[in-house]
């Protein structure tokens, strides 16, 4: 076999260099699997992430809009949407375990992983101890497609 050919098949890359040496569109491709008729895996892949603006796109996207992909169908866009969550609720696994939220950055990838799929404003309070781990996160107000009004007290 080519080793050229070797290198633009996304499954056989992950097994000879392991899972961090693909791209964003080839872990899609590997998540796929199959593509359609015409476009193998990896287009189908970039068509998807060019189309969603890219992962974060993909992890905020409903079924219904992935399986309107041509290539991806009910069943690929299952699979997605299953992937997606089981990084959210990796994420809140590890939160729970003691991990800190001790930068913007970390608190950012927790919002954006566990509001990532609202569709409108959501305000949420993040309770933290003193080591800077996570008590609880709570709603506290949910808004419309492009703004949350706020009440700082309750009835």
């Known amino acids: 076999m080519d080793p050229t050919a070797t290198d633009e098949r996304p499954r056989e890359r ?11 569109a080839e ?5 796929l699997g199959t593509g359609a008729p015409g476009c193998g895996s990896l287009g189908v892949a970039r068509t998807l ?4 603006g ?14 309107s992909t041509r290539g991806v169908g009910a069943a690929k866009a299952a699979r997605l949407a299953a992937g997606a969550e089981i990084a959210r609720r990796a994420l809140r696994a590890d939160l ?3 991990d800190v939220l001790t ?3 970390a608190v950012r990838d927790y919002l954006k992983l566990a509001l990532g799929p609202e569709t409108v404003e959501v305000f ?10 996570l008590i609880a996160a709570e709603e506290l107000a949910r808004g419309t497609l492009a703004q949350t009004s706020v009440y700082t007290r309750r009835h």
């Open 14 to 24: 992950l097994r000879a260099r392991g899972v961090a040496s693909l791209t964003d």
């Open 27 to 31: 872990l899609v491709a590997v998540v």
């Open 49 to 52: 992430l060019a189309s969603l």
């Open 54 to 67: 890219g992962v974060g796109g993909l992890m905020r996207a409903a079924p219904a809009t992935l399986a």
């Open 96 to 98: 729970a375990r003691g």
């Open 103 to 105: 930068s913007p950055d």
């Open 124 to 133: 949420v309070g993040l309770f933290l101890d003193s080591q800077h781990r």
